[in-house]
């Protein structure tokens, strides 16, 4: 039989292009030969795996999981203990690698076939060494997904993956923290174009010093913060009723304590058991109508329909001022 080394390039070109994903990574496995071919080869020259979610858990052991659009699931299972990777019912010795390097390395590997948009991506580092520095630079490139889960402890940790997704294709971001009374800073998080760009964020741990400036302009945002003045809540009404794009935004905080001066800003709100309701027309709406509620320890805008309003409630007629 000819080695790999007799075989022509353009004869294992055409034996790649005809191979699915499941089947490269088996023939990879092959020989050292094979292994460094397929690795050398373009992109554009491996066949799409087409997964539509990718995710990856940082515990005791890792595990890579993938899913592709027929629901058939690959999972790489990186043992500490056995210092062992284990993949397609075959389990390799590790030696002298790190698990963390090898699942690295493997996450590189098979997001090279990745050309379509992923659905999902999931990361959870709670357990976080992939933190320390991003598993996507060696890439060159930036991942397609529409919705994008990271679950950390630090601010490094959603930053060491965040960056690397194609704002573009991304629309739905959720920054989920090891644990909930986290109190985690987000100015770095902020300037990226993933969270300027995003149609939903959903921000789960306490963000520390969080600026309206920063929130304004994504259409829907549910973010936890410490505190938040009167002023800045008049500021992002203003916002919600000039704007089309915006559709919610949900603030939760531990304790509100300006609402004497909310209802100085906007005068008396409707009372309905323990919410407070304020109602505002729109800029270019006579049906739609902007719903301030204040429900301790969750405040936030919303639309309704104008005969959804509360009876007794004062509708406020638009004004930009």
């Keep these: 039989m000819a080695s790999i080394i007799e075989m022509p390039e353009l004869v294992l070109d055409q034996i790649i292009e005809f191979l699915d994903f499941k089947s490269v990574l ?41 899913e592709d659009q027929d629901r058939h699931q690959y999972k790489f299972i990186y043992s500490e203990i056995e210092n062992s990777r284990s993949f397609n019912g075959k389990t390799t010795t590790l030696g002298n690698w790190n698990i963390v390097d090898v699942a690295v390395r493997d996450l590189e590997l098979v997001l090279k076939f990745q050309k379509s948009t992923l659905s999902w991506s999931n990361f959870d580092l709670e357990d976080c060494p ?24 630090s601010q490094s940790g959603f930053m060491s993956i965040l960056p690397f997704f194609d704002s573009k294709t991304l629309e739905d971001i959720y ?74 935004c949900d603030l939760r905080m531990r304790n509100f304590e300006e609402k004497e001066e909310l209802c100085n800003l906007w005068g008396p709100a409707f009372i309905s058991g323990s919410s407070s309701y304020w109602y505002f027309r729109l800029k270019d709406s006579n049906k739609n109508i902007l719903v301030f509620r204040l429900r301790e320890p969750s405040l936030g805008y919303f639309f309704t329909k104008s005969n959804f309003v509360w009876n007794g409630a004062i509708v406020h007629d638009y004004n930009e001022n």
């Excluded at 992939?130 to 402890?153: G, H, M, W, Y």
């Design 26 to 66: 088996t023939l990879r496995q092959v020989c050292r030969d094979f292994r460094n071919f397929i690795d050398d080869l373009k992109v554009s020259k491996l066949p799409d795996s087409r997964f539509t979610e990718i995710g990856m858990k940082v515990d005791k052991d890792i595990c890579l999981r993938i």
């Design 175 to 248: 920054l989920n923290p090891t644990n909930e009374e986290m109190q985690i800073g987000i100015d770095e998080i902020v300037k990226t174009e993933q969270w300027r760009n995003a149609k939903k964020i959903h921000c789960n741990f306490h963000a520390l010093n969080v600026k309206v400036e920063d929130i304004c302009h994504l259409p829907r945002v549910i973010v936890r913060t410490e505190s938040i003045s009167a002023r800045d809540l008049d500021f992002l009404k203003k916002i919600f009723i000039t704007s089309s794009k915006l559709k919610y």
């Design 130 to 153: 992939l933190s320390k520095e991003s598993p996507f630079k060696k890439l060159n490139r930036t991942i397609k997904t529409k919705n994008l889960v990271i679950i950390s402890d």
